[in-house]
Each structure stands twice: as structure tokens, then as C-alpha cells.
């Protein structure tokens, strides 16, 4: 049977795992600190500590990962450092409007301009480098859900 602090543990994991498509929200690192929460209520004595670090490490990777894909993408894209981050910008802004949607159209359509500015009127390498960059952001949120998932199912096997 599970103890009432693991079905909380539990049903917040899943809960962060389903905020990873949610813009702002550090999911990954409240996985972790939920892991780190219920293991300090049993004095840790559960998951033990090898799996309380590697379900913390899982967690802490599945938000470096939704930090750094969108920059990443567009780099291997061909879009600069420069173009990535003013696409990043404009993003957040319309997603104050517009919602996600505004984020994936802020910074698609930021670096398709300036990739189509820079590159002397290419739309083909312009179009790449915004694709490449959408995908990115759109890709990190599955990416951190599929990782966040497993947390919850072997935290899950754990505790039961």
C-alpha cells in the first residue's frame, strides 16, 4: 500500500510531468524537489540514494535540456547565437497575447527575418534555420515530458 506522502509525490510528479508544455515552468526542477521532499519525510530512506540521485539528476537534465534545445536547434540550424536569442525575446513577448503559440511564431518568425536579412535574401536557408528553431522549442517540451515521465513511473515502482 502506498503511504499517503507517496500519493502526493506521485500525483505532483505527474502534474510537473504535464507542465513541461507549459511555458515558465520549472518543471523539471519541481520533480526534483518533490523526489528530494518525500525521501526527506521517510529521513530517506525512501527511494534509496541511488535512486533518489538519479531520479534528482533525470529531473535536473530534463530542465537543462528544455533551457538549452531551442538555442542549440537553432545553432545547428545556422541561425547565430544573436538571432536565436532576439527570436527567444520576441517570443516571450507574444506569448504574453498570444499564449505558446506566440512563442513558437515570435521566434520562428523573428529568425526567418533576420536569417533572411542576413543570408542576402535566401528564404531557403532562412526558412531552415526557423524551422530548425521551432522545432527546437517544441521538441524540448516533449523531450522534458518523456524524461519527467519516467521519473514519476520509476519513483513510482520505488515507493510502491
Known amino acids: 500500500m502506498v503511504s499517503p506522502a507517496a500519493g502526493l509525490a506521485i500525483a505532483l510528479l505527474v502534474v510537473w510531468t504535464a507542465s513541461a508544455f507549459a511555458p515558465f515552468v520549472p518543471s523539471g526542477v519541481l520533480a526534483a524537489l518533490t523526489v528530494l521532499a518525500y525521501a526527506y519525510t521517510t529521513g530517506f530512506a525512501e527511494p534509496g540514494l541511488a535512486v533518489l540521485v538519479a531520479l534528482v539528476a533525470v529531473s535536473l537534465l530534463a530542465s537543462a535540456v528544455d533551457l538549452v534545445s531551442g538555442m542549440v536547434s537553432g545553432r ?65 517540451a516533449f523531450v522534458q515530458a518523456v524524461m519527467l515521465a519516467s521519473v514519476a513511473v520509476v519513483f513510482a515502482l520505488a515507493v510502491w
Open 76 to 140: 545547428l540550424g545556422g541561425a547565430s547565437t544573436r538571432t536565436v536569442v532576439a527570436g527567444t525575446l520576441v517570443g516571450i513577448a507574444l506569448l504574453i497575447p498570444l499564449g505558446p503559440i506566440g512563442l513558437v511564431v515570435g521566434l520562428a518568425g523573428t529568425v526567418f527575418v533576420v536569417a533572411l536579412y542576413g543570408n542576402g535574401d535566401d528564404p531557403e536557408a532562412a526558412a531552415r534555420q526557423a524551422a530548425y528553431a521551432a522545432v527546437g522549442v517544441l521538441g524540448s
